[in-house]
């Protein structure tokens, strides 16, 4: 069964006998199963056939006991459940299924945003809350707290955090941001961890650990539970920022740039998160391919540097953002200035410090000072056509040597699959995670198999160089977790230890991270 | 049974099979049970009766390959392990284990510093490693990373990270600092997590998270696995630092103490942990307690006073450090001396700014530019007799109205039971840990009851007041564990439904945290 019609292995009177308990349970309003109300469910830019991943119905419950009851009957007939916050994140899968005939479990229905702490600066959140929604309220209530945008702000806050997304302030590692969790376990059960777990308790978002075992992070990238709540900590609005935007001449200047860089993300100097990012990829938010290139294949380097030179960037970009009192950030720039003057031909363009109270002007620059946007979208212009994107996301220590061997592989291997390498890496304090997307016209089903072909060998390849990624699109699961292959794939045991003890039958999201897909899978 | 000559529910017959197959595997100078052997192994502060906490047996293995095999023998004969890793944190219990007649299992053999990467700043370490240790070898190899050392410097650097114990650097909450484990579990799997599930990763020590679930925090203060090596995040050495002493005279200045710290430590202007400590804490660093007071019961506020004068000293004491080059140093300070200028009376004591390479003389002020040392056991000396403590540490959301609420409730208890307020507070950027500990002459019975006695108020009284504790020592794992009572215990269901899925003959630990006591406990 690979149309979506069915769950796998459950018969077409049994599916209808769970279709109607849900009904009964949610109204049936909320249990989608017609084909115009599941095309939201489908794979918006799937490097193949988005049936592989077509779900069999959707359900959008509207609190914790709406899904402690869809979980009684799934467990009863063994539906699997995949579960979305809103299913907005388009080059991993959107809201579609690991597992084809899957049921979607959508939240978006649960979009309250619970409490904001302006003393303790943080949030309490539901799984529907996108980016814009918070942003709205910090707004609307005058907030001194910014939150960190991802690449595309109607995510879910909760989503893109269980999936590790990152952004760009210094609270750009979303994951390494969130404290405290409410989750719905296969048998009903709901959970706080962490501090969460004492009724009443003054610090559920305030202390990540609690007392014993940590469980937050198990349920991230994870099928282990369905989380309902979730805290995130939001920056205290500094008394002003300078943003900062280096450009290096040379292709050959990556090694330096990263080599030049870590100290000062290592030491926080740099505070935020740092963007080093390939010519290609900022031309892409301004501009598309024809204007610079009609030729077959790749964009050639002669090419890619006239390019650069029109739009006065970099063939690599540094992008970060200074915060503080204006005396410490001059004093930051003042050091971070004199470690890159030994770079030849690099130049700076920052704006003066400004006062946190005004926002600058326009483009992908407001994300650093907390404004949520949809320019990554631009992206899909570059290309012509119905364009789509499918990222490869590996992890890259922050040594000059280890990005050299990254960008030379992945733009290497691109080319012989016909793509330029849109690509760039973000730096936290000591790793980085190297994003290249394949862009591709959907409608072209040349170029689409291209990116599939080019996908699955870069995983392998860089799995071979010891490169793995942190997080990868619905096809690639399998492949990409069976990189992680240390004692014959001891981590996957544990894995599956886990899913066994808290889903025996094995209901939520089976696949998932390729954990768990047994019973289902074909 | 509790005299700790046998394990629960084990016959002396098996036991001495089983210490037979111990001997076989680990050679017999590797299993202790002579009683001069296991004096060892005995709980040195124990508020109570040693023998409640005593093992039958002790087996210091050499290597996983050990580990592994003392494994195969604990699940024939049912024999509970107690893992330490040292066994050095003498106010949380010591090596002793939670069920009397468990055996020791003492990782100390295994203590190899496997790398130190001085580009990317961590070290691999197992768990026989001092901090001690890793300072010489740091010191030793000339490194440019300094460690950020516990109150102890005898302890291990796997034990007090996996127990979440903190410092007061940059890098003070070590748990968080952790990047990366290999784990034995019960049935002798071996685990890596993060990116070490990756043969020959580039990126074990660098990123955390890996792919899919993480599961790191799961072995932190857990019976679920035996952690044989585990990544430690380092310090870049700064350019240059300055030490900062703020004394403030008022009892009541703590809530606007905390109130103006926080900020400042929440936008990470100030780089350190926080201490705010009282009179009675730093006095007792300094001095005994016969110097300043011989009356009955806990010393009242005018000898403070007096002592606090005589000192040079305020009743609350804040100590920081700032890191970096000078003018950054300078801009730091400025900020914050500009806010504490609203509290009347307080006084600021700052070394200049030194580079550091130049270590600063004397005292427990060390251990903030990353020297480790054993200042911290002069409490010892402060009640007179065979001095001992035991610790009671509340997670304390980091504004005034809580620490002032805590300081309180704290500060009557131990005084309705005869005792100083020895404490303070450690602040990282959005949380506290209050630690309060209770000085007793551990020959002195009357004394020794009473310091239980009012643990377990302090428990139950804080626990009311929605303020749980982050670790406890052995006699009240159960009743600290019993206050995290969301949706009746459900956090207990969750690591029990764990524990017997990774461990199901309930050997590794009994009792840790109050997890999986159930089979051995009477």
Redesign the interface.
């Given at each position: 069964m690979c149309n979506g019609s069915l769950p796998p292995n459950v018969t077409n009177a049994t599916f209808g006998v769970a279709l109607d308990a849900f009904r009964k349970a949610l109204g049936g309003a909320f249990v989608v199963t017609s084909s115009d109300g599941l095309a939201a469910y489908l794979d918006p830019f799937a490097p193949g056939d988005a049936g592989q991943h077509a779900a069999s119905a959707a359900l959008i419950p509207a609190s914790v006991d709406d899904i402690r009851a869809v979980l009684r009957i799934a467990n009863q007939y063994h539906i699997p459940l995949w579960t979305v916050s809103t299913g907005r994140n388009f080059a991993y899968g959107g809201a579609a299924p690991r597992v084809a005939g899957s049921v979607v479990l959508d939240l978006k229905r649960m979009n309250q945003i619970l409490e904001v702490d302006e003393?303790?600066?943080?949030a309490l959140v539901e799984p529907g809350v996108s980016y814009f929604d918070l942003y709205q309220h910090l707004m609307a209530r005058q907030s001194a707290l910014w939150l960190d945008p991802p690449a595309a702000g109607w995510g879910s806050v909760v989503g893109n955090t269980l999936e590790?997304g990152f952004g760009t302030t210094p609270y750009g590692d979303h994951?390494?941001m969130q404290?405290g969790m409410e989750v719905v376990?296969a048998n009903g059960?709901?959970?706080?961890?962490g501090?969460?777990?004492?009724?009443?308790?003054?610090?559920w978002q305030?202390?990540?650990?609690?007392?014993?075992?940590?469980?937050?992070?198990?349920?991230?990238?994870?099928n282990?539970g369905i989380v309902t709540k979730m805290g995130m900590?939001l920056m205290?609005r500094?008394a002003g920022f300078r943003l900062c935007h280096f450009k290096f001449r040379h292709d050959g200047d990556l090694p330096a740039i990263i080599d030049t860089m870590?100290?000062l993300r290592?030491?926080?100097?740099i505070?935020s998160q740092v963007v080093v990012e390939h010519a290609v990829r900022w031309a892409a938010g301004v501009s598309t391919r024809s204007q610079w290139y009609k030729g077959p294949g790749p964009m050639p380097d002669t090419a890619i540097d006239a390019m650069a030179k029109t739009l006065g960037i970099g063939r690599w970009n540094m992008r970060f953002c200074l915060?503080?009192?204006e005396?410490?950030v001059a004093?930051?720039l003042?050091?971070i200035e004199r470690a890159f003057s030994a770079i030849a031909d690099a130049r700076l363009d920052a704006n003066a410090w400004m006062p946190a109270t005004t926002m600058p002007e326009g483009g992908g620059d407001q994300s650093q000072v907390g404004v949520p946007g949809m320019a990554a979208f631009q992206l899909l212009n570059w290309r012509g056509g119905t364009g789509a994107h499918v990222d490869f996301s590996p992890?890259?220590?922050?040594?000059g040597r280890?990005a050299l061997a990254q960008y030379h592989l992945v733009r290497t291997r691109a080319a012989d699959f016909g793509f330029d390498y849109y690509g760039g890496f973000t730096a936290g304090p000591?790793?980085m995670h190297h994003i290249f997307a394949a862009i591709f016209n959907k409608d072209d089903p040349v170029q689409t198999e291209a990116a599939h072909a080019l996908l699955a060998t870069l995983i392998e390849q860089c799995?071979q160089?010891?490169?793995?990624?942190?997080?990868?699109h619905l096809d690639y699961m399998d492949r990409?977790?069976a990189?992680?292959?240390?004692?014959d794939h001891?981590?996957m045991?544990?894995?599956e230890?886990?899913k066994?003890?808290?889903d025996p039958q094995g209901i939520l999201s089976p696949g998932k991270?390729?954990?768990g897909g047994t019973r289902f899978t074909p």
């Open positions: 003393t303790l600066s943080y590790r994951a390494a404290c376990l059960d709901v959970v706080r961890t501090m969460g777990a004492m009724r009443d308790s003054r610090s305030v202390f990540k650990a609690g007392f014993g075992p940590s469980y937050d992070g198990i349920f991230m990238q994870s282990f900590w205290p500094p870590r100290p290592l030491d926080e100097t505070q915060y503080g009192p005396d410490l004093a930051r003042r050091v992890v890259c220590p922050p040594t280890d000591r790793h799995g160089a010891g490169y793995g990624q942190y997080r990868t990409a977790a990189q992680y292959d240390f004692n001891a981590l045991r544990l894995s230890a886990i066994l003890a808290l991270q390729g954990i």
